[in-house]
């Protein structure tokens, strides 16, 4: 399983944020703007998660972040990483677990929409 996933985007830069945004909103993620210029990405419920743990369901919250950086060539780079504070540690070993095939499946439908949107060059997993 991947620790993180490094999209390399085509085309102008800004329309790559938005596509790469779009993308984790088509999953249900909210997005907000970090200070560095990267996203947060949100999905579930704290307070559910909190009081359930593994058994919140659908509200199992999930925190992804987004870092932006340039590669040799100057496509833009998109590392997708999940934030391991958040439902990973509050469901116990069974969150953990959730955590991390939410964080594949939301990894693989990132990259089709990208594909979808033609701007997805290639993407590399990283361990």
């Known amino acids: 399983m991947a620790s993180s996933y490094d999209y390399f985007l085509l085309g102008d830069h800004a329309a ?3 596509a790469m ?3 984790l909103e088509a999953q249900g993620f909210a997005i907000t703007e970090t200070p560095n210029g990267g996203f947060f990405a ?3 419920s704290t307070a559910r998660t909190v009081w359930l743990g593994a058994m919140a369901g659908s509200k199992f919250v999930i925190n992804l972040a987004v870092d932006f950086m340039t590669d040799a060539q100057g ?3 998109a590392r997708l990483h999940r934030d391991m504070t958040s439902g990973a ?8 677990a959730k955590t ?3 964080f594949g499946q939301t990894g693989d ?3 089709n929409d990208l594909v979808a949107r033609q701007v997805l060059a290639h993407r590399i997993d990283n361990p």
């Open 16 to 18: 790559a944020r938005t």
């Open 21 to 23: 945004r779009g993308a």
């Open 42 to 44: 949100k999905r579930g």
């Open 75 to 77: 496509l833009l780079v």
């Open 89 to 96: 540690l509050l469901g116990g070993a069974i969150g953990a």
């Open 100 to 102: 991390a095939t939410i």
């Open 109 to 111: 439908a990132v990259a």
